[in-house]
């Protein structure tokens, strides 16, 4: 692979550069401050059986002395390293930390290269927001910065002051110079929005105020547009995460009324990555030609201007507001009645002044890779993202913390004379913030690399974003892959005394995501819940674009400063994780999912419970739509679904007693997740191909399953509808015959 390819003007940030080089301390090794119970307590606790081996004796020790490896001081030693300075994407400070990570994976022994790409980035240049009351007073002068009381000269006084902070901004707002009343649409979900239609409130030549949480905030910007708004004001709610849930930063972990949640505006249900070049890699040296015009950029980026806002700058106007009383659960914690405004006798107007640098600017991706010793074609990936909006100690420097003890225990065991049956490759990609365009744009070249006679593919996908924010496992799949998850937490020792699994169980009703309304559960009901996989990280251009299974894991607690200057160090060693107990979980439960999918005999993949996940998704739309008054043919869709349930149940007794070649049970599993694409891509957003799983076009993070068809029954899109449950037909019944493919 390539030389890395260091930039000399980049040196003297000689933090990051010390740390890079300080040796791996072998396993077993003294911790400061972490007693051994947490670091050793259940290692060796490996089960008899696990689904893809034959004879998991020899994968045991692999596992064993892998678990003993990963260290929570070094972990620390990572996250302090990677939270020294702020660094946003493409920034200075952010080449070093891909400097630092690359050095950590040539440690280890992976064959390491940066790959960058050359990609448009959005940075604020002008931000003003002014509000004025009924009487025309200024009741904002904003926005005001953030700033909590600290001791002067303080270290969170010194990282609140940072001169290279980026200032709160939603990238790729347009610009624009505004000035119009305010209405309050509470969460900007659609069904905000219907509300206030019934109620004859238009948003039309409106400036929208919205709260964060309920979806994503691209789509809040979406939807307000569609319906004729003049710009977009997000902010943070006190009830959502802040002072009505606690103590704030820094006496407590929840937001203070100053934070501000930065974050991208992209229409990411429309395509992510760079919005000039959708389905092509954004290599340097790309032609213009190649490239969408910035003024011609339509698709997936807003055409009004957005802006966030704290709670104390979003409590004036609020508290100002007129017209309607809101509904109770639109009420949020400011210590005030919420009102909805539309009110045009006596208006609360903001003047919005917001102006964004679009230009092309260098990312880097960090890539190692360990080939494969029997099926070096067959990839497993593993990736966290590694640029932040600030310092991103919780998001994502926990998940690179924990990936990069993961590699180093990988490191410890080639040290030992392993080899991976299949490649392994782990990266750590950048520019996530902005629209998951690290990983997008290596998905998009890797795709087309080769003849696809002799392509190399990925057979699986893992992902940690924001590892730890606390102590409540949590993960999302595709459901072939929740019993892969379920046996490597039967493995792993948690910080809480016993397994993970055992943890996470118990840690159903605290913190987590609870499952959506799509859900439909055929596992064991001794099994903790495993999620759908929407959008919003990196595992979004494999699954939905190209096809691969994939994971998502993290250890979640109440997570206040999100997004905020203040997710950094301090706040995670005093509230999130301050033992970097659950950050060394994170790692370990990470290196043997990878460990795990390399070294199976047969790739381990459940069939049976992805077609019956299948089966449940039809019957729900189908109740949907004769809820709808939607007259829809189902039969084909159901006979294919069936088809492919035969398929796989066949399929999964042969991966419980594979033959001595593998080779074409393997191509066959391995084709089923690219078969469910539909080639022409989903309605108005063709990037997304997959027919079970998208996000939704009008929530974003949540998974909308049978995507086409829901969303088609939502429309009342009856037409829309049948066409989409054709192609779905179409598409089970590609993966049956994917599958058959290893019976014949």
Same mark, same amino acid.
């Given at each position: 692979?390539?030389?890395?390819?260091?930039?000399?003007?980049?040196?003297?940030?000689?933090?990051?550069?010390?740390?890079?080089?300080?040796?791996?301390?072998?396993?077993?090794?003294?911790?400061?401050?972490?007693?051994?119970?947490?670091?050793?307590?259940?290692?060796?606790?490996?089960?008899?059986?696990?689904?893809?081996?034959?004879?998991?004796?020899?994968?045991?020790?692999?596992?064993?002395?892998?678990?003993?490896?990963?260290?929570?001081?070094?972990?620390?030693?990572?996250?302090?390293?990677?939270?020294?300075?702020?660094?946003?994407?493409?920034?200075?400070?952010?080449?070093?930390?891909?400097?630092?990570?690359?050095?950590?994976?040539?440690?280890?022994?992976?064959?390491?290269?940066?790959?960058?790409?050359?990609?448009?980035?959005?940075?604020?240049?002008?931000?003003?927001?002014?509000?004025?009351?009924?009487?025309?007073?200024?009741?904002?002068?904003?926005?005001t910065?953030?700033?909590?009381?600290?001791?002067?000269g303080?270290?969170?006084?010194?990282?609140?002051?940072?001169?290279?902070?980026?200032?709160?901004?939603?990238?790729?707002?347009?610009?624009?110079?505004?000035?119009?009343?305010?209405?309050?649409?509470?969460?900007?979900?659609?069904?905000?929005?219907?509300?206030?239609?019934?109620?004859?409130?238009?948003?039309?030549?409106?400036?929208?105020?919205?709260r964060?949480?309920?979806?994503?905030?691209?789509?809040?910007?979406?939807?307000?547009?569609?319906?004729?708004?003049?710009?977009?004001?997000?902010?943070?709610?006190?009830?959502?995460?802040?002072s009505?849930?606690?103590?704030?930063?820094?006496?407590?972990?929840?937001?203070?009324?100053?934070?501000?949640?930065?974050?991208?505006?992209?229409?990411?249900?429309?395509?992510?990555?760079?919005?000039?070049?959708p389905?092509?890699?954004?290599?340097?040296?790309?032609?213009?030609?190649?490239?969408?015009?910035?003024?011609?950029?339509?698709?997936?980026?807003?055409?009004?201007?957005?802006?966030?806002?704290?709670?104390?700058?979003?409590?004036?106007?609020?508290?100002?507001?007129?017209?309607?009383?809101?509904?109770?659960?639109?009420?949020?914690?400011?210590?005030?009645?919420?009102?909805?405004?539309?009110?045009?006798?006596?208006?609360?107007s903001?003047h919005?002044?917001?102006?964004?640098?679009?230009?092309?600017?260098?990312?880097?991706?960090?890539?190692g890779?360990?080939?494969?010793?029997?099926?070096p074609?067959?990839?497993?990936?593993?990736?966290?993202?590694?640029?932040?909006?600030?310092?991103?100690?919780?998001?994502?420097?926990?998940?690179?913390?924990?990936?990069?003890?993961?590699?180093?225990?990988?490191?410890?065991?080639?040290?030992?004379?392993?080899?991976?049956?299949?490649?392994?490759?782990?990266?750590?990609?950048?520019a996530?913030?902005?629209?998951?365009?690290?990983?997008t744009?290596?998905?998009?070249?890797?795709?087309?690399?080769?003849?696809?006679?002799?392509?190399?593919?990925?057979?699986?996908?893992?992902?940690?974003?924001v590892?730890?924010?606390?102590?409540?496992?949590?993960?999302?799949?595709?459901?072939?892959?929740r019993?892969?998850?379920?046996?490597?937490?039967?493995?792993?020792?948690?910080?809480?005394?016993?397994?993970?699994?055992?943890?996470?169980?118990?840690?159903?009703?605290?913190?987590?995501?609870?499952?959506?309304?799509?859900?439909?559960?055929?596992a064991?009901?001794?099994?903790?819940?495993?999620?759908?996989?929407?959008?919003?990280?990196?595992?979004?251009?494999?699954?939905?674009?190209?096809?691969?299974?994939?994971?998502?894991?993290?250890?979640?607690?109440?997570?206040?400063?999100?997004?905020?200057?203040?997710?950094?160090?301090?706040?995670?060693?005093?509230?999130?994780?301050?033992?970097f107990?659950?950050?060394?979980?994170?790692?370990?439960?990470?290196?043997?999912?990878?460990?795990?999918?390399?070294?199976?005999?047969?790739?381990?993949?459940?069939?049976?419970?992805?077609?019956?996940?299948?089966?449940?998704?039809?019957?729900?739309?189908?109740?949907? &739509?004769?809820?709808?008054?939607?007259?829809?043919?189902?039969?084909? +869709? @159901? $006979?294919? #679904?069936? !088809?492919?349930? =035969? /398929? %796989?149940?066949?399929?999964?007794?042969?991966?419980?007693?594979?033959?001595?070649?593998v080779?074409?049970?393997?191509?066959?599993?391995?084709?089923?997740?690219?078969?469910?694409?539909?080639?022409?891509?989903?309605?108005?957003?063709?990037?997304?191909r997959?027919?079970?799983?998208?996000?939704?076009?009008?929530?974003?993070?949540?998974?909308?399953?049978?995507?086409?068809v829901?969303?088609?029954?939502? &429309?009342?899109?009856?037409?829309?509808?049948?066409?989409?449950?054709d +192609? @779905? $037909?179409? #598409?089970? !019944?590609?993966? =049956? /015959? %994917?599958?058959?493919?290893?019976?014949?």
């Amino acid at each position: 692979m390539p030389s890395l390819r260091p930039l000399a003007s980049l040196l003297p940030l000689v933090l990051l550069a010390v740390y890079a080089q300080q040796p791996i301390p072998p396993p077993g090794s003294p911790q400061e401050g972490t007693s051994a119970s947490v670091t050793q307590a259940g290692i060796g606790a490996a089960p008899a059986r696990v689904f893809g081996f034959r004879d998991f004796t020899q994968q045991a020790a692999w596992d064993s002395q892998f678990l003993a490896v990963p260290d929570p001081q070094l972990a620390q030693q990572h996250l302090k390293a990677l939270t020294a300075a702020p660094h946003w994407a493409g920034t200075p400070e952010d080449y070093a930390t891909a400097l630092y990570v690359a050095a950590r994976f040539k440690a280890a022994g992976l064959q390491t290269e940066i790959v960058p790409y050359s990609v448009l980035t959005a940075k604020p240049a002008t931000n003003l927001v002014e509000a004025f009351d009924a009487a025309g007073r200024k009741i904002l002068a904003g926005p005001t910065p953030e700033h909590v009381a600290a001791t002067a000269g303080s270290a969170i006084d010194a990282s609140q002051s940072d001169p290279r902070i980026i200032p709160p901004f939603n990238a790729w707002s347009a610009s624009g110079d505004v000035t119009a009343p305010v209405v309050y649409a509470n969460y900007g979900r659609l069904a905000d929005f219907q509300h206030l239609a019934d109620l004859g409130i238009s948003l039309k030549d409106r400036i929208v105020l919205v709260r964060n949480g309920g979806n994503y905030r691209g789509v809040k910007v979406y939807i307000a547009q569609q319906g004729g708004a003049k710009g977009v004001l997000i902010y943070s709610d006190p009830s959502d995460d802040g002072s009505h849930s606690g103590h704030t930063y820094p006496d407590g972990r929840f937001r203070p009324d100053s934070a501000v949640q930065r974050g991208s505006v992209q229409f990411m249900p429309i395509y992510p990555g760079d919005p000039t070049t959708p389905g092509i890699a954004s290599v340097p040296g790309l032609p213009a030609a190649d490239r969408i015009p910035i003024d011609k950029l339509q698709d997936d980026l807003p055409s009004i201007p957005v802006d966030p806002l704290s709670a104390a700058d979003a409590a004036p106007i609020l508290r100002a507001l007129g017209g309607p009383a809101t509904p109770l659960d639109w009420q949020g914690g400011l210590p005030f009645p919420y009102h909805l405004g539309g009110d045009d006798a006596a208006p609360v107007s903001v003047h919005m002044h917001v102006a964004e640098d679009t230009e092309l600017h260098t990312i880097w991706d960090v890539i190692g890779e360990i080939p494969g010793s029997a099926d070096p074609g067959q990839w497993v990936i593993a990736g966290n993202h590694r640029d932040a909006w600030v310092y991103g100690a919780a998001d994502p420097g926990s998940g690179t913390a924990a990936m990069l003890e993961a590699v180093h225990g990988l490191g410890v065991l080639l040290e030992h004379g392993w080899k991976p049956r299949r490649t392994i490759i782990v990266a750590s990609w950048d520019a996530e913030e902005e629209g998951l365009i690290g990983s997008t744009e290596w998905v998009e070249q890797n795709e087309t690399a080769q003849p696809p006679a002799e392509r190399a593919h990925a057979v699986a996908y893992f992902n940690m974003d924001v590892a730890v924010s606390g102590p409540v496992f949590t993960a999302s799949a595709v459901p072939s892959l929740r019993e892969f998850l379920q046996e490597i937490a039967e493995e792993v020792p948690s910080p809480a005394g016993g397994t993970v699994f055992q943890q996470w169980r118990k840690g159903e009703d605290q913190y987590r995501r609870r499952p959506s309304a799509s859900t439909v559960s055929t596992a064991n009901s001794r099994a903790p819940h495993v999620g759908e996989l929407g959008s919003g990280s990196d595992y979004t251009p494999f699954l939905q674009h190209a096809g691969v299974p994939a994971t998502d894991i993290g250890s979640d607690g109440p997570f206040g400063v999100y997004h905020t200057v203040y997710d950094n160090y301090d706040w995670f060693v005093r509230f999130a994780d301050p033992a970097f107990a659950y950050t060394q979980q994170q790692a370990r439960f990470f290196g043997l999912e990878i460990l795990h999918m390399a070294d199976a005999d047969v790739l381990p993949f459940d069939y049976q419970a992805y077609a019956e996940e299948i089966r449940g998704y039809l019957n729900q739309a189908r109740s949907r &739509a004769v809820a709808h008054g939607m007259n829809l043919d189902f039969t084909a +869709a @159901l $006979a294919a #679904a069936d !088809s492919f349930e =035969t /398929a %796989a149940r066949a399929i999964y007794q042969r991966q419980l007693a594979p033959p001595a070649n593998v080779t074409g049970l393997d191509r066959a599993l391995s084709s089923v997740e690219p078969a469910l694409l539909i080639p022409a891509g989903l309605p108005r957003r063709p990037w997304y191909r997959h027919s079970i799983y998208a996000p939704g076009e009008f929530t974003g993070y949540e998974a909308v399953v049978l995507p086409g068809v829901n969303e088609a029954i939502d &429309a009342f899109n009856a037409p829309g509808a049948q066409a989409q449950l054709d +192609a @779905l $037909a179409q #598409a089970l !019944s590609r993966a =049956t /015959a %994917a599958l058959n493919l290893a019976t014949q």
